[in-house]
């Protein structure tokens, strides 16, 4: 398998690697490595073996200068604040830096190519458009199958505007070529048979192994939180598109309530910022991320699981979401927002309430709802408790098995290697 990361909190590529390591493969990792952060080998539980590439030496280069405009954009930001309140514009990219970025990734990828032909694999699993030419020219000169595993619509995404023609033309290009293909929802899956002419994608949501929800107060005595209000969660990344400023505006129509962020992302200073401004930081609280074998105990302490993601992109539109199957494992009430793959799992298993997405009024209606309602909320979670036997990780083991052995055919019973 190969990650365009660093493969620490991948829960996606954990789990299928687990299930291919379970069923007699070896299966070897392919990532990123950062010095003082990650081993460049190891081996996790159950034998899965990690090989991690180094970065170029341009790329340490490349972050001090990211670093260094950082600050410089910061203090001109505070400049402009204090003489116009106008916010300063990022300097645009050098031709410099854009040519230090795209050589430094290119080492990168023919460093991965290197470990992957070396590794001798018998089928090679690509994880997200990011790695797909790497893992196809890696597949090409080992003679090998291809396995394409597309995790997004890379194509209308939050954050790849820039990139959706490059994107696009390497989807159309590769994989049809590609001797399996999977996606997260059925919905992806009909957009890339559709685009892309190729036979509809297996599709394997999002879900988390099943693990029994214990009851804890692992959030309510990990930040002191006194009263005994309920408490609201979001778990995920904290990135633009998710509605995650909303959520915090949201407290502040919803009293006798804690909020509770874990995570990090692009957005984590800003909603710090306006938790604080809108007067909430007795009540907005922020958790990093944390480790992925730790984040069910923190689910499991909530009382309400929000996902509260916005329709700014077909991605978003076609999602349904590592947190929702979170929620439902941890037998947590729901309110989330009213987009199509989300609400089918909603409504078929009736498991709290649905908003419109970017509805601030609804969305407070919602929550404030279950907030106030106990009995609602007891019986939304035995709903979500029932729902958990069926929604796991576990039920769609089979399908990713299957489809290996259709790929690989006969030597599928031979112990390969899945790399």
């Known amino acids: 398998m190969i990650v365009w990361n660093e493969f620490r909190n991948d829960a996606r590529v954990l789990k299928e690697a687990q299930t291919l390591q379970s069923s007699g493969f070896q299966v070897v990792v392919h990532a990123l490595h950062t010095p003082g952060v990650t081993q460049e080998r190891e081996t996790l539980d159950g034998g ?136 997260t929802t059925d919905a992806r899956a009909k957009f890339f048979a559709r685009a892309y002419g190729i036979p509809r994608p297996l599709v394997l949501q999002n879900r988390p192994r099943l693990v029994q929800a214990e009851g804890s107060n692992r959030i309510r005595e990990e930040l002191g939180l006194s009263e005994p209000w309920p408490i609201v969660l979001y778990q995920g990344g904290l990135q633009p598109g998710r509605g995650l400023p909303r959520l915090v505006e949201v407290a502040k129509k919803v009293p006798e309530a804690y909020f509770v962020f874990i995570g990090g992302g692009r957005q984590t200073a800003e909603l710090h910022e306006l938790a604080g401004d809108l007067g909430l930081t007795d009540r907005v609280h922020f958790i990093s991320t944390v480790p992925l074998a730790e984040l069910p105990s923190y689910t499991a302490s909530a009382d309400i699981g929000v996902q509260p993601i916005e329709n700014t992109c077909l991605n978003h539109f076609t999602t349904d979401s590592n947190k929702l199957f979170e929620y439902v494992i ?67 083991e089979a399908s990713l098995l299957e489809l290996y052995h259709r790929v690989l055919g006969n030597e599928a019973t031979q112990e390969p290697a899945a790399r």
Do not use: C
Request: glycine share 4%; net charge positive; proline share 6%.
């Open 48 to 183: 899965i073996k990690v090989v991690r590439v180094a970065r170029s030496p341009l790329w340490k280069l490349r972050k001090r200068k990211l670093k260094e405009i950082s600050k410089n954009t910061a203090a001109s930001r505070e400049k402009n604040t204090q003489q116009s309140k106008k916010p300063a514009t990022p300097p645009p990219e050098t031709l410099t830096r854009q040519l230090l970025k795209l050589i430094a990734r290119l080492w990168t990828h023919a460093g991965l190519v290197i470990q992957l032909v070396r590794s001798r694999p018998t089928v090679i699993h690509a994880h997200d458009v990011n790695v797909l030419p790497t893992a196809w020219v890696a597949a090409k000169l080992a003679r090998v199958p291809l396995v394409y595993d597309a995790h997004e619509i890379s194509t209308d995404r939050e954050g790849y505007k820039a990139f959706r023609g490059l994107v696009g033309w390497i989807e159309k290009k590769l994989m049809p070529r590609a001797a399996g293909t999977i996606t």
């Open 330 to 396: 941890a037998g947590l009430p729901v309110v989330a927002s009213q987009l199509p793959e989300i609400s089918k799992v909603v409504r078929q298993h009736e498991l709290g309430l649905l908003v419109p997405p970017g509805d601030t009024e609804a969305l407070a209606d919602a929550i404030r709802t279950l907030v106030q309602d106990a009995g609602m909320r007891k019986q939304y979670r035995a709903n979500a408790e029932k729902a958990a036997q069926s929604l796991n990780w576990e039920t769609q």
